[in-house]
């Protein structure tokens, strides 16, 4: 069974949600196996952009901060 279900992208300024299909074999008997399911393939792929450092920013040094501040000022 292939289901289509449109996810919020956790941690993105624009509030962006794009349809995400899953598949599962075999069908889900009830609606907590289903939950479990859909989130394990949603946990684990988070937890690899959190182990590789992917779409973490670095915080601004003294430096770039007064830059931005002389041009905003």
Do not use: H
């Amino acid at each position: 069974m292939i289901l289509t279900i449109n996810l919020k992208q956790i941690g993105q300024r624009k509030q962006k949600i794009a349809p995400v299909e899953f598949d599962y074999t075999p069908v889900s008997q009830t609606l907590r196996e289903l939950v479990t399911e859909t989130v394990k393939p949603c946990v684990k792929a988070y937890n690899e952009q959190a182990s590789t450092g992917e779409n973490q920013t670095n915080p601004l040094s003294e430096e770039q901060i007064m830059e931005e501040n002389y041009v905003l000022g």
